[in-house]
């Protein structure tokens, strides 16, 4: 394959499946911000992991999928992660500092991550695994020992943002790092191929029930959402690998099953569409939760309007449809894209996942 045919394996077409469980995992975020019950409901943690996964399939597409670029061919790659990573940071940090809405705001958490995977993108697939595999078994516990042991007051002020996004934050990447690699792994899988969509559904559905089984049968172990155990990180992520395999499958589907992924694909377009700009969506679902906070009657005791997940997600896919049908790219994605070619100093961008 000449260099010229690798890079084009840099660009692919959206895939509808990753955009669907991207859309969904939204959607369960904002469920997770908005509907506030008794007790654990099926999309808390649930959705940002999925969320995180599917950042790794696109940090994997980015970097040619299945089909990496050689060596020589891989530094505007490695730079545009960089560039995406720093905004997402900056981002996140100034929601949090200036727009305090009532979540824990994970941009910049994945925006840190980013940074972190960029030694790691081009690393051979059993590598991926096993990285994968140890972070899975041992970050759990090295998380555990140092948040219990350092006390977070104690740290100093220019290395405490690090030690958030590191160990002490809502979703620390020294264990999250392993749904990340996990997406990585399954983009240069090749989800385009039918047996990777299958084989991903499969085994994360054996994941799911291996780590949520176990607290069944040990005593003393949980898998709790944001429990950040082992058993949480196999459990939820095999959940969030079973959807993106499930989802990926209506790219591929042939024969019998194409007449029913055409229905799946209608039915769920909004999702996918909404997927495809979940950086502005996200960020405007912040912008109207801290509006309804800051403009009730006691901001400090956040209670949530009844109305608010609903009216979040209708006007979410409503928008979403109508924006990508006669617009197309979200607006913060555009203009990530627009800062990546300018840093890049290309006339054109390559049309990526975001």
Do not use: C, K, N
């Not at 824990?104 to 995977?117: E, K, M, P, T």
């Not at 084989?199 to 029930?209: D, P, Q």
């Not at 395999?245 to 996918?272: H, I, K």
């Amino acid at each position: 394959m000449t260099g010229e045919g690798r890079r084009a394996t840099v660009v692919p077409p959206r895939l509808f499946g990753l955009d669907a469980a991207r859309g969904t995992a939204l959607l369960g975020m904002f469920a997770a911000h908005t509907l506030l019950g008794r007790g654990e409901q099926v999309f808390d943690g649930r959705s940002a992991i999925l969320f995180a996964t599917v950042a790794g399939v696109s940090l994997g597409l980015i970097s040619g999928g299945a089909h990496p670029p050689l060596p020589g061919e891989r530094s505007a790659i490695r730079l545009t992660v960089l560039i995406r990573g720093g905004v997402l940071m900056l981002l996140g940090l100034a929601m949090t500092t200036f727009l305090r809405p009532p979540i824990a705001v994970i941009l910049d958490y994945y925006g840190f991550a980013f940074l972190l995977l960029i030694p790691m993108l081009f690393l051979a697939g059993r590598v991926l695994g096993l990285l994968a595999a140890a972070i899975t078994v041992l970050a759990p516990p090295i998380v555990a020992a140092v948040t219990a042991g350092i006390p977070y007051a104690t740290i100093a002020e220019p290395v405490q943002v690090f030690a958030r996004w590191l160990f002490y934050g809502e979703y620390p990447m020294v264990t999250w790092l392993a749904f990340l690699l996990a997406g990585l792994l399954l983009a240069r899988a090749d989800l385009r191929d039918r047996l990777t969509a299958a084989m991903a559904l499969v085994f994360g559905a054996l994941a799911a029930v291996l780590g949520y089984g176990s607290t069944l049968v040990i005593p003393g172990i949980t898998a709790d959402a944001h429990s950040g155990t082992t058993a949480e990180v196999v459990g939820s992520g095999g959940v969030a690998v079973a959807i993106i395999g499930g989802l990926s499958l209506l790219d591929s589907a042939t024969g019998r099953g194409e007449p029913v992924a055409r229905v799946l694909r209608f039915v769920l377009a909004p999702v996918a569409a909404a997927g495809a700009m979940a950086l502005t969506l996200y960020t405007a679902h912040a912008v109207v939760l801290a509006i309804v906070r800051w403009t009730s009657p006691d901001p400090d005791r956040w209670q949530v309007p009844g109305w608010t997940f609903l009216a979040l997600a209708l006007a979410t896919l409503v928008v979403a449809t109508l924006w990508r049908r006669f617009i197309g790219t979200g607006p913060l994605e555009a203009g990530l894209r627009a800062l990546t070619r300018l840093a890049l100093r290309t006339p054109g961008e390559p049309r990526v996942a975001p």
